[in-house]
């Protein structure tokens, strides 16, 4: 026979797999949603793509990017000598 603590944990165990069943059936529906909305943002810029080339039309070309300056050297400081004139005995 079993008790009553048992049973309640069983059903307890119940719930919490029917809500990890939920959460993860949620997960996997959000991942899909994803992957179609940007399935369809990829097939749009191909499209266009292909559009433009059939037209003959110029590609667009994106604007230059500007590169960083060359940083300068650092200059190397000079070691200052042992004996120093200011250095009084």
């Not at 049973?7 to 939920?22: C, F, G, P, S």
């Not at 070309?61 to 050297?73: D, G, N, V, Y």
Request: hydrophobic content about 35%; aromatic content about 2%; charged content about 35%.
């Amino acid at each position: 026979m079993t008790t009553s603590y048992i049973l309640e944990r069983q059903k307890a165990l119940k719930q919490l797999k029917e809500l990890e069943r939920q959460s993860e059936a949620s997960a996997m529906r959000l991942s899909t949603e994803k992957a179609n909305a940007q399935k369809a943002a990829s097939d749009a810029r191909i499209a266009e793509k292909l559009k433009r080339i059939e037209s003959g039309e110029a590609p667009a070309t994106p604007a230059p990017k500007a590169s960083p300056a060359p940083k300068a050297k650092a200059q190397t400081k000079k070691p200052a000598s042992k004996k120093s004139p200011l250095r009084r005995k």
